[in-house]
């Protein structure tokens, strides 16, 4: 076939957007309300919320901080208005621009009297970052600049024989036009991380992969429990999946054939591109954020029991293992791999429906999840202080 053509938005730190958002982005849960009255109704314009109050003796503080400033510096975003709680929370503004390159404002709510003032104080700011955004245009973008994170949610017993592998075949062609790509859910990548290992590009990476799992297995195995002799979730287990093995093979199809190039932690970029495997947990909403936060500007997600989720600042395609879920979430779910049971499509033919609506979707055709206005956003956390203060 004739590879097509990708556009996007050229960001100074380098990288590559297929959106064009203004991050609207609260430094601590305290910012939450001014940070989502500041973006309100401003077309072009997205605010998150999330839990962090931001304590200082917060073990997680790196890794949220970490997961911030890497969701905003995602080529996705054009530039940022961070809604500060101090002075002292500048020092994330600062890590943002380093990281993106891209335009960074700051409104600290200390210096406005609280929510009413710093909502009044950044409508403008951010009206005039969006007005700037505006005038950027699309132009032809390299390969090198799509990177796609790869996701399932609500795993069933087709998981592994309709959307995952067809997404692994799209993963394939990508990779080798130099795209990058990134699995994710280590918890559900037990039992499968040695055929993971044995495609590594070295051994360094291929202990890292095996690494990864065992160590997500001796932090449960901590609190008593045996992964690989538990069960799936009831919602996989009514969807036909029988053991955490069969659940992991087929979530590892999404990956395809092609060559693991590294292993990264949450929230980090990879280096060169090629597929990667992400230490994310198995929560969609975090790992969604972590890949996000680690550059993917196109998020390809298969589920076999629906799940109706999205990114605030990265297109997300749903993909349906089952020609059910796909008609009972209709709007919800762009493509159908189902029709690979009835004979409608061949794992071949599919594989190609998913690779040329990424294509499609990085070029700026809007997902279902898009015109919903699916914007969750979750913090992966690894301590959950009692005591949560400013």
């Known amino acids: ?27 601590r849960s305290a910012a939450n309300a001014a940070a989502e009255s500041i973006a309100e109704g401003l077309g072009g314009a997205v605010a998150v919320t999330h839990e962090w109050v931001g304590h200082p003796d917060d073990p997680d503080t790196e890794l949220v901080t970490r997961t911030l400033v890497g969701f905003a510096s995602n080529p996705n975003v054009a530039a940022v208005l961070l809604v500060a709680v101090t002075g002292e929370d500048r020092a994330l503004a600062e890590r943002i621009a380093a990281a993106g390159g891209m335009p960074v ?32 245009e699309r132009e032809p973008m390299p390969w090198s600049g799509l990177a796609v994170g790869l996701e399932c949610g609500g795993s069933d017993a087709l998981s592994g024989i309709t959307a995952n592998p067809a997404l692994g075949l799209a993963s394939d062609w990508l990779v080798a ?37 065992h160590d997500f297995e001796r932090s449960v195995e901590a609190l008593g429990v045996d992964i690989r002799g538990a069960q799936p979730t009831p919602g996989n287990i009514e969807g036909g999946l029988t053991t955490i093995e069969e659940k992991s093979l087929g979530a590892a199809k999404k990956a395809g054939n092609a060559p693991l190039t590294g292993v990264i932690g949450f929230a980090e970029a990879p280096g060169d591109p090629g597929l990667y495997v ?25 589920t076999g029991r629906g799940t109706p989720t999205g990114s605030p600042i990265a297109p997300c395609l749903k993909i349906s293992t089952n020609t059910a879920i796909f008609e009972r979430m209709a709007g919800d779910i762009d493509l159908d791999a189902g029709r690979i049971l009835d004979g409608t499509h061949t794992l071949a033919s599919m594989g190609e429906q998913i690779r040329d609506a990424i294509v499609a979707t990085a ?6 999840s898009e015109r919903r206005g699916n914007h969750e956003f979750a913090i992966r956390r690894t301590h959950y202080p009692e005591r949560l203060v400013t």
């Open 1 to 27: 076939m004739t590879v097509p053509a990708l556009t996007g938005y050229r960001r100074p730190g380098g990288g590559w957007g297929v959106r064009n958002h203004v991050l609207v982005l609260p430094s």
């Open 105 to 136: 404002r700051v409104v600290t709510m200390a210096d406005h009297g609280g929510t009413p003032g710093t909502v009044e104080a950044g409508r403008p700011v951010a009206a005039g970052l969006v007005a700037d955004a505006s005038g950027l």
């Open 177 to 213: 036009q130099g795209a990058t790509t990134m699995l994710s859910e280590v918890p559900e990548l037990v039992g499968a991380e040695e055929i993971l290992a044995a495609r590594a590009i070295d051994a360094q990476v291929a202990r890292r992969m095996v690494q990864v799992v």
């Open 278 to 302: 992400m230490d994310t947990p198995g929560h969609d909403i975090e790992q969604m954020v972590g890949l996000v936060a680690g550059g993917c500007n196109v998020i390809a997600f298969t």
């Open 363 to 368: 070029n700026g055709a809007l997902t279902a």
